[in-house]
């Protein structure tokens, strides 16, 4: 058998069924190949060992005690679990400082489904700081490193479960999506990355930063990897009034027969500026689409180039107000003189990095008086507009395909000084989130430095079921996600 930490997560479920393996190793394996290399990559902020080694042995017994018994294909899996998303007892930071020490006293339900299910959490994975930025770069414990190149960046703000998918220290790994920050650091990792549809999984226990945008999603190798920790996390959740009450589709993986199958290409996805290997191994993957039966249609979504200020209006808006509760009275530690105002100024200047004060500041202004109609009231509307080109879109292609970037992988302070170049890496994946409907990163090629390249679908809202079943045909064709960095 290959090196246990090779396996993809199917290849790991089916061992652990067929006694080759136990849970009990595969978490070991996980957690030395952690103490092997996360010292260069610095994917993770918090390794939980004891109790990915007790959840462990809970699957093994399961194993032991329910042979033949039809069990979840996530039992005994490790997985790593971004520093958003709370798990009980655990540290969780948001990579902030002002979060520091925190522990909260609930998972959220997206992991609790999992962990109901058997899942092993290995621990919390590094993010930017309230997952507001596109490089993990804006993390207060560090940046995370791309295991391609330790000099880039992994992305974000999920670059830290990216990592960890790439350098195979865990078989999976839960992130989320306000703007892209799942799609695009899969793309910088070479893995595959699930952004779902507004509504689809339970925001409850994810803490906020725009609160009409999050969406929570996944890392894993390759797209059937992907398949069954989406069914298990979908679905209703009263403790979520976002959530929708609307049936998880089955997700099939047997071959789709893609001659039925229209894909979109929007012709403003292709734009100067793209760097060209992008362009090429994006239209090389639709060919191969074209070349297994697919239709492949032009199309315009004409507001594109709107996104990108309508994001950073919206956003920053919600922020404002979600990111309000951290003061050092209702939450975090507390800075200052000890007397009001003071603490207030002091504690939220000290403890909140550049990016999130930035973000704050701008959101502050959009919704104050005088000049709420004019920026936060214009960009939503907008906004709807962005939503009417997809539905209009949808009427002709099932799918859309486009770049998940402008550019690969990028060098760890290439954007420094200039916050807006940074935001416009995020011009392909913000239109997704503004208009609510899923999307899928995959891996269609290298460029010359050997750093991944990936490509995204898009669907109509909650027709994730079409994603998983065009990307995997894609996948059973073409082996660029079997490709990993050597570390």
Not at 16 to 30: I, K, M, N, P, Q
Not at 88 to 107: D, K, Q, W
Not at 203 to 221: F, P
Not at 320 to 327: I, K, P, Q, V
Request: aromatic share 8%.
């Amino acid at each position: 058998m290959a090196e246990l930490t090779d396996l993809s997560m199917l290849e790991a479920a089916s061992a652990l069924r067929a006694g080759d393996v136990s849970s009990t190793e595969l978490t070991r394996a996980c957690l030395d190949r952690i103490r092997a290399i996360d010292g260069d990559v610095h994917a993770f902020l918090t390794v939980t060992d004891d109790l990915a080694l007790a959840q462990a042995e809970a699957a093994d017994r399961k194993f032991k005690t329910r042979p033949g018994e039809e069990l979840p294909l996530v039992l005994g899996i490790p997985i790593a679990v971004k520093d958003v998303l709370c798990v009980e007892g655990v540290p969780t930071t948001c990579g902030s400082r002002i979060l520091e020490g925190y522990r909260p006293p609930y998972s959220a339900t997206s992991v609790t489904r999992l962990v109901e299910a058997g899942a092993v959490i290995l621990g919390k994975a590094n993010t930017d700081e309230f997952a507001m930025g596109s490089s993990t770069e804006n993390s207060a414990y560090g940046v995370s490193h791309n295991p391609w190149n330790l000099d880039r960046v992994p992305g974000g703000s999920s670059g830290g479960p990216a990592a960890a998918v790439a350098a195979r220290m865990c078989f999976a790994a839960l992130g989320t999506d306000t703007g892209g920050s799942v799609r695009q650091p899969a793309a910088f990792c070479g893995v595959s990355g699930l952004k779902t549809s507004y509504g689809r999984i339970s925001r409850y226990g994810l803490i906020a930063y725009g609160s009409s945008l999050d969406t929570v999603g996944a890392l894993a190798r390759n797209i059937a990897d992907l398949a069954p920790i989406f069914s298990l996390m979908a679905g209703h959740d009263p403790l979520d009034s976002t959530s929708v009450t609307d049936p998880v589709p089955e997700i099939r993986l047997n071959g789709a027969d893609l001659r039925e199958l229209r894909i979109g290409v929007p012709k403003e996805y292709f734009i100067e500026g793209l760097q060209p290997e992008v362009e090429t191994a994006v239209r090389e993957a639709i060919d191969a689409f074209r070349g297994m039966g697919a239709e492949i249609r032009e199309i315009s979504l004409p507001h594109t180039d709107l996104a990108v200020p309508v994001y950073y209006l919206i956003a920053p808006a919600e922020a404002s107000a979600n990111l309000a509760r951290y003061d050092g009275v209702r939450y975090g530690p507390r800075r200052g003189p000890g007397k009001y105002p003071d603490d207030y100024f002091v504690t939220r200047g000290e403890l909140f990095g550049d990016e999130v004060k930035r973000r704050i500041m701008l959101g502050t202004y959009a919704l104050s008086a005088g000049y709420y109609d004019a920026y936060y009231g214009q960009a939503q509307k907008v906004r709807t507009l962005i939503k009417q080109d997809f539905d209009a879109a949808f009427k002709d292609v099932d799918l859309i395909a486009c770049p998940v970037a402008p550019t690969t992988a990028f060098g760890i302070g290439a954007h420094g000084d200039d916050p807006l170049s940074m935001y416009l890496e995020d011009v392909f994946t913000l239109p997704a989130n503004l208009a609510g409907i899923p999307g899928l990163s995959f891996p269609v090629g290298f460029d010359s430095d050997g750093l991944p390249i990936g490509m995204q679908f898009m669907a109509p809202h909650l027709k994730e079921a079409q994603l998983f079943s065009a990307a995997h045909t894609y996948q059973s064709a073409t082996s660029w996600h079997t490709s990993w960095p050597e570390l």
